[in-house]
């Protein structure tokens, strides 16, 4: 069959950066969009660019990833075609100990562009998860930069599942993952996801910058899918064990371990406990 009599599969198509241009209002976020078919990892791609003087508001986009990865070296799968893999440089005025703030300041205006999408509510699962139903839908890695007392760059890279199917979906990931098709029975242009995600990602940077993590830090809460939750927290060969009660104003998470003493933990990863 010719080409042209082939069904128009838009899970297919590449992404169109111009539709993306179109819906953009240029801010500080989205001043220049690099759009790749494929790279090894936007955030690699992104410190380059960054390490060469790329000033603050650049993102980098891939259709495809071939070493897309998340925390600590893990992998994250970047089928083509299929989702969004991109990176923000940005240039914080935020204190070196403040880096982290800004992953969760992306995880709020990711969960709450998600959720335009969808039906049910997306969930942040501290630091750096979008869970909907406890599944994972997206995730952000967030890289820095600094020398003596001030922050060079951060490279913000985030992936988000739109039309990846489950069954598409590896082994590994499969029981674990969802996506936005998944979600809503139906196909999700793209276009609109990024467009709208770099505006709501550019209106809490500047919540951020101008009046701290502490002005996002309800609708952070708001999305807690941990409150109350027994937890264990690892990180590197350090563990504890207790009860995750919510986030400090400096966005640390507020852990009360066994005998009642309150841990503020700055990095790590959560695993759900039965209660
Ligand atoms: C993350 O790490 O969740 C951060 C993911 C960031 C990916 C973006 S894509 C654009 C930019 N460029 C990059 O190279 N990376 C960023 P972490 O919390 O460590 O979670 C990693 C774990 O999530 C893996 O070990 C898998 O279990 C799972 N995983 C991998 N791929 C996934 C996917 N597509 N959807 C859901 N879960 C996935």
């Not at 599942?161 to 590896?170: A, D, F, I, Q």
């Given at each position: 069959?010719?080409?042209?009599?082939?069904?128009?599969?838009?899970?297919?198509?590449?992404?169109?950066?111009?539709?993306?241009?179109?819906?953009?209002?240029?801010?500080?976020?989205?001043?220049?969009?690099?759009?790749?078919?494929?790279?090894?990892?936007?955030?690699?791609?992104?410190?380059?660019?960054?390490?060469?003087?790329?000033?603050?508001?650049?993102?980098?986009?891939?259709?495809?990833?071939?070493?897309?990865?998340?925390?600590?070296?893990?992998?994250?799968?970047?089928?083509?075609?299929?989702?969004?893999?991109?990176?923000?440089?940005?240039?914080?005025?935020?204190?070196?100990?403040?880096?982290?703030?800004?992953?969760?300041?992306?995880?709020?205006?990711?969960?709450?562009?998600?959720?335009?999408?969808?039906?049910?509510?997306?969930?942040?699962?501290?630091?750096?998860?979008?869970?909907?139903?406890?599944?994972?839908?997206?995730?952000?890695?967030?890289?820095?930069?600094?020398?003596?007392?001030?922050?060079?760059?951060?490279?913000?890279?985030?992936?988000?599942?739109?039309?990846?199917?489950?069954?598409?979906?590896?082994?590994?990931?499969?029981?674990?993952?969802?996506?936005?098709?998944?979600?809503?029975?139906?196909?999700?242009?793209?276009?609109?996801?990024?467009?709208?995600?770099?505006?709501?990602?550019?209106?809490?940077?500047?919540?951020?910058?101008?009046?701290?993590?502490?002005?996002?830090?309800?609708?952070?809460?708001?999305?807690?899918?941990?409150?109350?939750?027994?937890?264990?927290?690892?990180?590197?060969?350090?563990?504890i064990?207790g009860r995750a009660l919510g986030i400090a104003?400096?966005?640390a998470l507020l852990v009360e371990d066994e005998s009642g003493a309150l841990h503020n933990i700055?990095?790590?990863?959560?695993?759900?406990?039965?209660?």
């Open positions: 069959m010719p080409p042209s009599d082939a069904p128009f599969n838009p899970a297919a198509a590449p992404l169109d950066i111009d539709k993306v241009r179109q819906q953009l209002i240029p801010r500080r976020l989205g001043v220049e969009l690099h759009y790749f078919a494929e790279l090894g990892s936007t955030n690699t791609h992104a410190r380059e660019l960054a390490e060469r003087g790329a000033p603050e508001g650049e993102v980098v986009i891939a259709d495809a990833q071939t070493q897309g990865r998340g925390r600590l070296g893990r992998r994250w799968e970047s089928p083509g075609r299929r989702n969004l893999y991109f990176s923000v440089i940005l240039r914080p005025r935020l204190a070196p100990a403040h880096a982290a703030q800004i992953t969760l300041m992306a995880a709020v205006a990711l969960a709450e562009t998600l959720d335009s999408f969808i039906a049910p509510m997306a969930e942040i699962k501290w630091p750096n998860d979008i869970l909907v139903g406890g599944r994972k839908l997206a995730g952000v890695l967030t890289e820095a930069a600094c020398s003596a007392d001030v922050i060079e760059h951060v490279i913000l890279g985030i992936g988000i599942n739109v039309n990846y199917r489950r069954e598409e979906m590896p082994g590994e990931i499969h029981a674990r993952a969802t996506s936005l098709a998944d979600l809503s029975g139906d196909f999700v242009a793209r276009e609109n996801v990024l467009a709208r995600l770099i505006h709501a990602l550019d209106r809490c940077y500047g919540v951020l910058e101008q009046s701290g993590f502490d002005a996002l830090r309800p609708r952070w809460e708001a999305r807690f899918a941990l409150r109350g939750k027994r937890v264990r927290v690892e990180h590197l060969d350090q563990w064990v104003p400096d966005g700055y990095a790590g990863d959560v695993i759900a406990l039965e209660n």
